[in-house]
């Protein structure tokens, strides 16, 4: 069986940053596709960022998050991990990591229907 959980929540002021970790385990952590949504209040689930399984070299962001966020992987420690960098408040959202250990790419990686295992998501606060 499959276990994701996230951590690194929390609140920040705009402009501030903070860094997420996620681990999946039950299966050889480099096998896992990564990626992370967020859900605010009201709001659909939104696609944030993805990493490739393997060596995660491949990596791809949501417009919102493109040049302020950073998704990285360590397998050795099997953690996955999102740098969130000057924060707005409109990031402000429970952020979920999801996993899915196919082989190949996942194409439509934004969709959260194509991810297999979630975790139960971490908060991230941004005040004004």
């Known amino acids: 069986q499959v276990q994701v959980v996230e951590s690194g929540g929390g609140l920040v002021q705009s402009g501030g940053s903070l860094r997420l970790s996620c681990t999946a385990s039950?299966?050889?952590?480099?096998?896992?596709?990564m990626a992370w949504f967020r859900q605010a209040p009201g709001k659909e689930r939104e696609f944030v960022a993805y990493?490739?399984?393997?060596?995660?070299?491949?990596?791809t962001y949501s417009t919102s998050a493109n040049g302020r966020f950073n998704i990285s992987r360590d397998n050795a420690k099997e953690m996955v991990h999102l740098q969130m960098n000057t924060l707005k408040p409109e990031d402000s959202a429970i952020y979920c990591c999801?996993?899915?250990?196919?082989?190949?790419?996942?194409?439509?990686?934004?969709?959260?229907?194509?991810?297999?295992?979630w975790g139960q998501g971490t908060q991230v606060t941004v005040s004004s």
């Open positions: 999801a996993a899915d250990s196919r082989p190949g790419y996942i194409w439509n990686y934004a969709s959260p229907e194509e991810y297999s295992y």
């Open positions: 039950g299966r050889s952590f480099s096998t896992y596709h």
């Open positions: 990493i490739k399984s393997g060596d995660g070299r491949w990596t």
